[in-house]
Structure formats: C-alpha cells, structure tokens
C-alpha cells in the first residue's frame, strides 16, 4: 500500500466545486469495493461500496464508478465542502486462498484539501 | 462513530516490551480485522478472525498474535517490540465470512521508545 502522510497524492479543489478521485485496482477477480475517508488521527471511514456487477453507485453528495475493464475506480464528491478534506482510500475485497475469507487490500491514499 | 472500540488509544513503551490491544467489534459482527498503518507502509492487513477462529492471515510478524474470545472482542498481542513496530493499530469488523463492508475502530497509537 501507499503510504500515508507527506508523500500521498494530493487533490486540492475550491469549495463547492466536484472533486474526482480516482484508483486503479490490482486484482481482476476482486468483485467488491469500498471507499473509505480517514481524517487525521481517526480511523477510516466508510463511505460507499461498489459490486462488480455494478458501474454506478450513488449515494449522498457521492458517486462511485467502476471500470472493470481497466481495472479502474472513482469516487466523485459533489459540492465539496471543508469537512471533505480528509485522506481518501479504495479498497479492494479478495478472496483468501480459497477459505471462504476476504481481505481487503488498501490503495493508494490521495489527499483531498478544499480550499474554503 | 462506527460502534467498533478499541483500547487504550495511546500506547507508549519501549523496546523489548510486550502489549497488549483490544478490540470490541460492532454489536453482531463476528468477523474481526487487525490492520497495521504506518507512515512508510500505508494500511496493512494483519490478521482476520470468524467467530473465534482466525480465517486469514496478512504481514503478520511472528512476534505478533491475536485472538478472539467466546464474546466475540478481540486482543492483538505484539512481543519483543521494535522500534519499527510504532504504528496505528486499527480493528475492523464485519457482520460476516463473506465479501462485505468493514467497519474500522478509532484505533491505538502504538509509540515504541
């Protein structure tokens, strides 16, 4: 996984414009996915999932599209406000050897900064 | 606040020394997570447990252990602690074995002087 802190990828978006993050995916088989927020010094967050027979999944103020094809993820943010600033992660759910278990495997981080 | 607890919230120790973490998970969930978060290595899975039973393993060391009780909380044992083993330590649960949401605790901080 990325690390998190100074050398995360950061986003920086004025508030009240949409913010896209976005997250490429490792495993092609991976048939579940989620978007977790983790604000400094707190533990993530959920904020949306997504099946692999979906592309589009909304919720509120958020949207997550999927790209199967080339193994890509999205998480857009509408109207962005102060509190969305935060550190932003998909992750992927695999299975694990065949034991009827998942894992979640983290990727890379991206740091959303809203401008006020 | 995602109903999963964890205790304590700040740790300090130092090399050599064992600790303990706990875990409760959100009420009805019997799949419990222990991830690992550093600066230089980001979210890490470390270990799963179904029901009492660990399920799955991740880059656990092995100076480090974990266990669930019949009540369903869990404990993360780390040993002969390093420098390099000062992290977040994050619990996550689950409702059940299968492909689902998990729900992460506000984490301990884990300093090793």
């Known amino acids: 996984g990325e690390s998190v802190g100074l050398h995360l990828p950061t986003l920086s978006v004025q508030e009240g414009d949409n913010s896209i993050i976005n997250c490429a995916y490792s495993n092609s088989a991976s048939d579940y996915f989620i978007w977790y927020k983790q604000e400094s010094g707190k533990g993530p967050q959920f904020i949306i999932d997504?099946?692999?027979?979906?592309d589009k999944r909304q919720g509120q103020r958020v949207t997550v599209l999927l790209n199967k094809t080339v193994k890509h993820l999205s998480l857009q943010i509408a109207a962005t406000q102060p509190g969305d600033s935060a550190v932003y992660f998909c992750a992927e759910n695999q299975a694990y050897s065949g034991a009827g278990s998942y894992q979640l495997t983290f990727g890379k981080g991206t740091k959303l900064s809203v401008i006020p | 606040d995602s109903g999963v607890t964890q205790t304590p919230k700040h740790l300090i120790t130092a090399t050599g020394q064992r600790v303990t973490l706990r875990c409760s998970p959100r009420s009805g969930d019997l799949s419990v997570y222990w991830y690992q978060q550093s600066l230089d290595q980001g979210l890490q899975f470390l270990i799963q447990y179904y029901n009492g039973e660990e399920r799955a393993k991740g880059n656990i060391l092995e100076r480090f252990s974990a266990q669930q009780f019949p009540d369903l909380h869990s404990e993360l044992n780390l040993s002969s602690l390093e420098l390099g083993d000062s992290a977040l330590y994050f619990c996550?649960?689950?409702?059940?074995?299968?492909?689902?949401?998990?729900?992460f605790g506000p984490g301990t901080r884990l300093t090793v002087l």
């Open positions: 997504i099946r692999s027979n979906m």
């Open positions: 996550a649960s689950s409702a059940r074995l299968a492909a689902d949401t998990q729900y």
